[in-house]
């Protein structure tokens, strides 16, 4: 990034009331709801087994102290320039000078991460700010192009620093041996500032632009969460809940919807806590049209309108090219328990073709069929990537605890975008899987003959560490490295 790049960025926000939010309440949205007569299928969860597996191994991560939680955040992306994919991946609770987390990059042999791992780069917080400690660093992590060469470089959030205000980081900017640089400081937009990050040319002029979450942050008159844009065009922007109400968590996660190649993108916010009508905590995903242009964002909300209880639609969302998923890891169909659902949006003809995939109903021959449901939690985490070789971006979709797969507490479940008739494909879990053993995940597909899936599990641990009812593992983590192959 140049100097003049980093000072641009490095304005104070003149007047947040006045920042250029595009919204200011209900008029004239957009809503894309169950009457919406686009196609609706709901595709079958009887998940087929039969095709492939994936074949682990470790990535060569040096071992992590406990409580590191390596993998916790993942981001691949080629930072030397040398047009293989490296993969940064976080460790937000180990203890470094700067405060808490850590940064480990594994620079890619030639050939891709499947090749195997050239060198492991530590990136941790600038140790020289006495006063301030970076915590949560790498809680997020994207990357970004910044000074237009064939390198990238990573976007790091931060958002428990400064007692939770939040901040972002940047690293690999002229030298990749540099520690992270601090891009905004404690206070710019407090309420966890860097809880999500993504990055892409929102506005339309060539120049990647940053978003970053901060879903606690009142903005002015409006509570209910805020991101936070800086635009190479337009300077710094803050984007405040649409409908303000306290606790919506506007800002929990961000994507990047592509819908015309070499167009500006479409920058897509979560709201997962936000409440429906008459529904608590039913959720809701905004898409803001290409060039953030001021207008009422699109609105997406869960196709029923009739869900007994929470749904969290939005608590995780993915988008690769014109593809968007959206998980709802809590929407439950019946009163049976909580199944969770996730959706695929697809924009065809200008109207987005909305395919429900939904949590499996209990069996009536099940012998507790609620206590087993309540657990499942599909949509957990999504993810859209080129995994199986087809013209479109599959869908892979987490669980906590799957219904029906026998042997898998967790499961990760992929949906061939080829074909959206195809029943999804259970993916067979690493050894000594840990509880959240896909809590990040990326789809390395650009550099190899076949895609590898790279999983991020902070629980994995010592089997032995802190015996008891309560015992969660001792949290170093590992990443994990799947390759595809024919069962
Ligand atoms: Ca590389
Ligand atoms: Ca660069
Ligand atoms: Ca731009």
Redesign the pocket.
């Known amino acids: 990034m140049s100097l003049a790049l980093l000072l641009f960025f490095a304005l104070p926000i003149p007047d947040l009331q006045d920042s250029g939010s595009p919204v200011s309440g209900p008029v004239g949205l957009s809503e894309v709801r169950a009457q919406d007569p686009a196609p609706t299928k709901v595709l079958q969860t009887s998940a087929n087994t039969a095709q492939v597996r994936l074949d682990w191994t470790s990535l060569p991560f040096p071992q992590m102290e406990p409580g590191a939680r390596l993998g916790q955040a993942m981001a691949l992306g080629d930072f030397d320039g040398d047009g293989w994919q490296d993969l940064a991946v976080s460790a937000p609770g180990a203890v470094r000078p700067g405060g808490l987390g850590e940064i480990l990059v594994a620079m890619a042999a030639p050939g891709g991460l499947r090749k195997g791992v050239r060198e492991i780069l530590r990136v941790a917080p600038p140790a020289h700010q006495p006063e301030f400690e970076a915590l949560e660093f790498g809680a997020a992590l994207c990357i970004c192009e910044l000074d237009d060469d064939s390198a990238a470089e990573l976007l790091i959030g931060a958002p428990l620093s400064g007692n939770g205000s939040g901040t972002v980081f940047v690293w690999g900017i002229d030298s990749l041996q540099k520690p992270a640089h601090m891009l905004l400081g404690a206070d710019t937009l407090p309420g966890r500032l860097g809880h999500s990050v993504a990055a892409g040319?929102?506005?339309?002029?060539?120049?990647?632009?940053l978003a970053m979450g901060a879903p606690l942050a009142h903005h002015g008159e409006h509570p209910g969460g805020a991101v936070l844009v800086l635009?190479?065009?337009a300077g710094r922007r803050v984007l405040a809940a649409p409908r303000p109400a306290s606790g919506a968590g506007f800002g929990s996660a961000l994507a990047i919807l592509d819908l015309a190649p070499g167009a500006p993108v479409n920058l897509v916010v979560s709201a997962p806590d936000a409440d429906g009508e008459g529904v608590e905590g039913a959720g809701q995903v905004w898409i803001y049209s290409a060039g953030l242009r001021p207008i009422q964002p699109t609105l997406l909300t869960d196709p029923d309108l009739d869900l007994p209880g929470p749904s969290s639609f939005g608590r995780s969302i993915s988008a690769l090219g014109k593809t968007l998923l959206v998980g709802a890891p809590d929407r439950s169909p019946s009163r049976a328990g909580v199944l969770g659902g996730a959706f695929r949006y697809r924009q065809e003809l200008g109207r987005p073709v909305r395919l429900l995939v939904q949590g499996e109903e209990p069996r009536p021959s099940d012998p507790a069929p609620s206590d087993r449901a309540r657990h499942a939690r599909l949509g957990l985490r999504v993810l859209a990537a080129n995994m199986l070789g087809g013209a479109e971006p599959d869908a892979l979709v987490a669980t906590e605890a799957l219904f029906g797969v026998e042997g898998l507490e967790q499961a990760l479940l992929i949906w061939p975008g080829a074909d959206p008739e195809a029943k999804p494909i259970a993916l067979n879990p690493p050894p000594e899987a840990g509880l959240r053993w896909m809590q990040s995940l990326a789809v390395d597909s650009l550099n190899s003959d076949r895609a590898c899936l790279l999983a991020g599990d902070p629980s994995f641990g010592d089997p032995s560490f802190g015996v008891g009812v309560m015992a969660t593992g001792s949290n170093r983590g590992r990443v994990m490295l799947g390759v595809l192959v024919p069962r």
């Open positions: 040319d929102f506005d339309g002029d060539g120049r990647w632009d635009s190479t065009k």
